[in-house]
């Protein structure tokens, strides 16, 4: 097929099957002899505004590998990946043979050691993720979740995901489990390695200033609304704004969308959601209303609401707490 | 060697400030790759093209545009950008501090080492009075055009801020409803526990190393000298015996 029939036929293609959101890894989480399938998503929305480049006229562009030797630009099958040597000549390493040096068991994320949370430092905290049952039953992810839930663990594993080696703390949060990649401790640089110079002596005065100005200025809640994206808000009333003058606007024929423009956000709340309530297709048993909620002490309640964010719980008795956990 | 300052602040609590000089507390340790043309192992380079001509577009002739419904794009002028840009300052803002728990692991992003800009003790005074609080700052600045809100955190003696997700990009647990299904069995509750517990240890980050890094790095040393490496399978463990039973052979393993 001529490549310009071929491209044609993917853009249209796309057209008639919107880009549907797909996990991220599939696998299982192995709990001792227990194995747990899991899809994982990604953990956050992309937030931003996505900004197209465009030509003079409004055409947006598209981006091409370009060979300088042969002056042609490069169709995907023919690019290959290179490893530089010193003497500028290149070890060309293939996917096949990444995938050969992958470990054995690379669909699986083998939980062997759990930790208390509080002793991982957020410097180590790289991407956040969350993990959704993926086989028939819910019932060994919902075991995992809540026994990890109610011991305030996190489990650590290293797992193989997209050519790349990550280690990752698994957490439960109310019943749901995430994922969260952390570094390595080497790419990790201490004082040390960046050569901050030693503490002097201290003087007793200086810190209790400090405290002082610590304990004014000291909330219990995060103030979500003091870490809004101003930017991306400015620039979407700036969109708005010329959108409803007609102004600056410009149409383009079809085009090419970008490889790497991410799916929208709320298809990935969706993806998730559909996949925590069961939507693999397996039927569920539907005493959804929380039934377990009755078996639990007022403290654990507790605990749940604070991690579902239920407004108004310091407040609240037992019995409140269990119909406000229930209204979600 | 010591690690280069990437920017000079100033970190202001309340009235008081602290000059300080900010590090990347991250290094870089992956593998890269560059793109070769099959045919000629030749570098490739990448190219912005406007597809209907296949020209290639000069960086000065590119315009940004945001897309406002499917072919219909905004178009955004230098001048449109230029005043979305926050003020340059060197101002690190310490607005609140907050106990460390209440900032979930998915807002924390990238870590940086906070260093005394020159003779500092109010530097390490602010590290000391900080790590006695068991709290985390909550900071705000501008860096190369830039707005960033972090937490300023002690580590040790010293202070580290490792930027923070924006509100809307964090999706945070309470917004997922859990798998629903029958109750759980007491049992297999009580047997998943005691493995959990067994299975408890403290964190030692040094006991984990990139294997595949490595692997990564040796398969690249072979084929340099001109070797070859084989390919095997994986297979998968079918799952067969009860929730109970699995727990139970994993605790007397």
Known sequence: MPA???????????????????????GTISFGLVSVPVHLFPG?????????????????????????????????EHIVRGYELEDGSYVVIRDEELEAISPKKSREIDLRRFVDIAQVSPTLFDRPYFLTPAGDSTKAYR?????????????????VMRGKEYLVAILSHGGVLSAQT?????????????????????????????????????????PRDELKDASTEQLTALVEKKRKKGQDIVETEDYE???????????????????????????????????????????????????????????????????ALRKG | MAARAIWKAVVHVGDLSVPVKLYSAVEDRSIHFHLLHDQDMVRLKQRMVNPNTDETVPHEQIRKGVEIERNRFVVL??????????????????????????VEPPWFDRPYFLGPDGDAPEYFALAKALAGSERIG??????????????????GD?????????AGEVIEPGELEPPAGRDLDKKERDLATRLVAGLTEDFNPEDYQDEYRERVRQLIDTKRRGGTIEVEEYEEVPQERSLAEMLEASLSR
């Open chain 1, 143 to 159: 075991l995992l979740a809540d026994v990890m839930h109610q011991t305030q663990k996190a489990g650590i594993a290293t797992f």
């Open chain 1, 44 to 76: 956050r929305r992309s937030g931003g505004v996505a900004m197209r480049m465009l030509d003079e006229d409004g055409t947006p562009l598209a981006r091409r590998y370009h060979c300088p030797e042969h002056e042609v630009d490069v169709h995907p």
């Open chain 1, 182 to 222: 952390l570094r390595f401790p080497d790419e990790i640089r201490d004082a040390d390695d960046v050569g901050l110079p030693e503490a002097p002596q201290i003087d007793r005065e200086q810190v209790s200033r400090f405290e002082k100005a610590i304990r004014k200025h000291s909330v219990n809640e995060l």
């Open chain 1, 257 to 323: 969308p970008d490889a790497s423009e991410p799916s929208s956000d709320v298809d990935l709340m969706e993806a998730i959601r559909r996949d925590l309530q069961g939507g693999n297709g397996a039927p569920q048993r539907s005493d959804a209303d929380g039934s377990d909620l009755e078996d639990r002490s007022k403290e654990e309640l507790y605990a749940l609401a604070k991690q579902r964010n239920v407004p108004g719980r310091s407040k609240m008795n037992r019995d409140d707490l269990i119909t």
């Open chain 2, 138 to 155: 909550l900071a705000h600045w501008v860096m190369r055009s830039k707005q960033y809100h972090g937490a300023l955190q002690p580590e």
């Open chain 1, 4 to 26: 310009k029939q071929k491209k044609r036929q993917e853009k249209d293609g796309r057209h008639h099957h919107p880009r549907g959101v797909r996990p991220f890894w599939s």
């Open chain 2, 77 to 102: 002028s230098d001048e449109d950008l230029e005043s979305l840009t926050p003020p340059a300052s060197r101002d690190i803002e310490i607005s609140h501090f907050i106990e460390r728990e209440a």
């Open chain 2, 158 to 166: 010293y202070l580290t801020l490792v930027t923070l997700r924006h």
